[in-house]
Structures are given as structure tokens and as C-alpha cells.
């Protein structure tokens, strides 16, 4: 069982459009991370959000944390090549000491120049 | 300063072989891990070692079994290979078990056929 769904799987656009890319959970989670992962290379984390509603910025990039703490968006204003990656999410869920991060299916984005 | 680092880069088996991926890290976190990465599937967690001496199941572990050497390294080992573990496996460290804040570092992973 998938706790955590991303959509959507795949998108391909165009230089300098905008996109935005969701996660979506039945589960409550702690705190939530994205990560981007570039061909032959493991993940790298870009963000943690751990307040439901909370919203933060890296550069071009925006990542907002749903109000229930179920769901979360990552939205890229003015994509750039450089961005072309998988994205991937990552929730944690509280147990007593014994949390693991949970990664979801993922989103493999292009961005043609 | 090398983080993460994993060995082999790839590798092809036979079914019904044994191998065991390396991995060490050099930021002296406590905590590692091994995923596999499918298509379609994400990351899911195979093993763990939340500090050196302690190794725990995570969702995946069948067919495989894991070794704490020491605080740097943790080895994966598939005792007999078969094609349904083709994929590629990532380890990863961390300073601590995840909680609100904590950071994976992933190595660059190993890509593994099964024949």
C-alpha cells in the first residue's frame, strides 16, 4: 500500500510555463520533505514543511504543507532545463520513537528549452 | 569530504546468486539505510540501523539481510539473487532516526540485473 500518491506522474512543458506537482496522503504526517533526484544520482533534499498550512520558498520554487497535515504542492514559477529532475516527497510519521520516512511514488518533470 | 558513497556503481547476476552492496558514509551520522528504487514505486525502505550494534526490518526486507559493520559502514547482502530484486538500491545516512527536521543523504546508488 502507497501512503503517499503523487500527480502527476509524468509532465513535460515548455521553458518558462508553470507547473504544480501534488502529494497527497490518507495518513497524518509530522512533517513532510521534497526531494529532487537528477539521472544516476541519489535524491537531495530541497525542503522540510512541518506546520499544517505552512508555505516556503526556494527561489522559483514554492512548497506549501495542506492545513491537515494529509497533503502537500510543491509549484515552480518560470521552469527552467535546469529543473528537469524526478521530485519526489517524503512524509514522516510519528511512532513513538520510531519514525520512518515513508517516499512517494514520485514525478519525473522535463522541461524543454 | 565524500558523503555517501556505494560500491558497486552496477552489477549484473545470475539467479540463485549471492552478493553483498557496500556502503559507508564519513559524516559520522548514527543512522543508515538501504532502499530500492522501482519505477513507479518511489523509495521503500528495506533495512535500517537506527545507531551502530542495532538493525531493524523496514517495508521491504524479504530476500535480504544487512550488516552495522561500524559506525561508517553498512553492507546489504542478497543471499540468492532473483529477478524481482533488479533495481536500482540506495543508502542513505542520517544524524539521526527521522523526526520534524532531520536530513537523508543519499549515496549515488547501485544498479542492479538480475538474470
Known amino acids: 500500500t502507497q501512503l503517499l500518491e503523487q500527480s502527476p506522474q509524468f509532465l513535460s512543458i515548455q521553458e518558462g510555463e508553470n507547473l504544480t506537482v501534488y502529494c497527497n496522503s490518507s495518513?497524518?504526517?509530522?512533517?513532510l520533505q521534497w526531494y529532487r533526484q537528477e539521472p544516476g544520482e541519489g535524491p537531495v533534499l530541497l525542503v522540510t514543511?512541518?506546520?499544517?498550512?505552512e508555505v516556503k520558498k526556494l527561489k522559483r520554487l514554492t512548497f506549501q504543507f495542506g492545513d491537515a497535515r494529509k497533503d502537500s504542492s510543491l509549484h515552480i514559477t518560470a521552469a527552467q532545463p535546469g529543473d528537469t529532475g524526478l521530485y519526489l516527497c517524503?512524509?514522516?510519521?510519528?511512532?513513538?520513537?520510531?519514525?520512518?520516512?515513508?517516499f512517494g511514488t514520485g514525478t519525473r518533470l522535463t522541461i524543454i528549452p | 569530504n565524500a558523503g555517501v558513497t556505494q560500491t558497486p556503481k552496477f552489477q549484473v547476476l545470475k539467479t540463485g546468486q549471492s552478493m553483498t552492496l557496500q556502503c559507508a558514509q564519513d559524516?559520522?551520522?548514527?543512522?543508515m539505510y538501504w532502499y530500492r528504487q522501482d519505477p513507479g514505486m518511489g523509495l521503500r525502505l528495506i533495512y535500517y540501523?537506527?545507531?551502530?550494534?542495532?538493525?531493524d526490518k523496514g517495508e521491504v526486507p524479504n530476500g535480504y539481510n544487512v550488516s552495522r559493520l561500524n559506525k561508517r559502514e553498512f553492507s546489504l547482502r542478497l543471499e540468492s539473487a532473483a529477478p524481482s530484486q533488479t533495481s536500482v538500491y540506495f543508502c542513505?545516512?542520517?544524524?539521526?532516526?527521522?523526526?520534524?527536521?532531520?536530513?537523508?543523504?543519499f549515496g549515488p546508488g547501485t544498479r542492479l540485473l538480475v538474470l
Open positions: 514543511v512541518v506546520t499544517g498550512g
Open positions: 540501523s537506527a545507531s551502530e550494534g542495532t538493525t
Open positions: 559524516m559520522n551520522h548514527n543512522s
Open positions: 542513505a545516512s542520517s544524524e539521526a532516526l527521522p523526526d520534524l527536521q532531520e536530513t537523508q543523504y
Open positions: 517524503a512524509g514522516v510519521i510519528s511512532n513513538f520513537g520510531n519514525e520512518k520516512l515513508t
Open positions: 495518513s497524518v504526517f509530522s512533517s
